[in-house]
């Protein structure tokens, strides 16, 4: 077993097709390699990085990419990294050490070329192993808020109760346009803006992800599955005010409430828990934007 580190722009379509193949095998996701190439080179870097795993065959049975992201912390601009598609064959599964062959191979690049971090949202199998052998530190919990427009199409045996939670959906969205504050969460760590918009953006599949946008603020929202289900999840708000934030909300229901009953709001995105003080940034220097810091603490 063997590992190697590249660079998205390094990799010929056909070693991006096997690398899909694998991931097919694994997540039984569809994905082309124009999709692969849209959203790992739109970066600021105009590239990510990947660390595959092959077999004595040179087959690809385990790969993981890091994302690089510029971010603001304390405003000083770093560059962390974004894990992504993290996966090992079922068969490779028993050794352990191929997953942490992947995530050293990746972790060590990631410093090499410079990353002061990297996070990530694990499950609860690769949290258990990173937390275990790679002495990595959870920073935050991802809490979801649940606006049930259509609470049928959560759990079929309560589509009856349809019409009450669509009442009480747009009773709170009724309720929201008494939200005035104008006030800008204010946070330790933050995107560097309008770089973000002008790299990640742009590989945004329309059919999946929404932009809105007006002169005051912007707002992002993708349909994808939570648990099964078909849902509708707001992503970012811009700049996040109880405004925009409510705002937000009304036209991402407003625009999919026919397609797709069931939103949800990632709490790490939008509800920013405050980092106010130094020791704050030691003991959890990202809670805003992740679960896991995978490298050594951000520290000044």
């Not at 309720?175 to 946070?187: K, P, V, Y």
């Not at 069931?262 to 130094?278: A, C, K, N, P």
């Amino acid at each position: 077993m063997r590992t190697v580190t590249l660079k998205t722009t390094d990799l010929t379509d056909c070693e991006i097709g096997k690398f899909l193949g694998a991931f097919r095998e694994v997540y039984n996701q569809e994905r082309s390699i124009t999709y692969f190439k849209n959203e790992y080179t739109s970066t600021c870097l105009e590239h990510s990085f990947h660390t595959l795993l092959y077999n004595e065959f040179d087959e690809i049975c385990g790969s993981y990419s890091l994302i690089p992201f510029i971010y603001s912390v304390k405003g000083e601009e770093v560059l962390v990294g974004l894990g992504s598609d993290l996966f090992i064959k079922d068969s490779y599964r028993d050794n352990v050490s191929n997953l942490l062959s992947v995530l050293n191979a990746a972790i060590k690049n990631a410093e090499e070329v410079g990353m002061v971090a990297c996070f990530g949202f694990p499950n609860d199998n690769s949290e258990m192993v990173s937390r275990a052998f790679l002495k990595e530190k959870r920073i935050g919990l991802l809490d979801t808020y649940i606006l049930p427009y259509k609470i049928g199409d959560y759990k079929a045996s309560m589509k009856l109760l349809n019409p009450f939670s669509i009442l009480f959906s747009n009773c709170l969205l009724g309720l929201s346009h008494l939200s005035s504050s104008n006030n800008i969460a204010d946070t330790i760590i933050r995107k560097v803006r309008p770089q973000f918009e002008q790299t990640r953006f742009k590989w945004f599949n329309p059919t999946d992800y929404h932009l809105y946008q007006n002169n005051e603020m912007q707002c992002v929202w993708k349909i994808s599955a939570f648990e099964g289900v078909k849902a509708c999840f707001l992503m970012d708000v811009y700049p996040l005010t109880a405004r925009n934030f409510d705002k937000a909300v009304r036209k991402m229901v407003s625009d999919v409430k026919k397609e797709c009953g069931f939103m949800l709001v990632i709490s790490i995105s939008l509800r920013y828990q405050w980092l106010r003080s130094q020791e704050d940034l030691n003991l959890k220097p990202s809670a805003l934007i992740a679960e896991f810091w995978i490298k050594k603490n951000y520290q000044r």
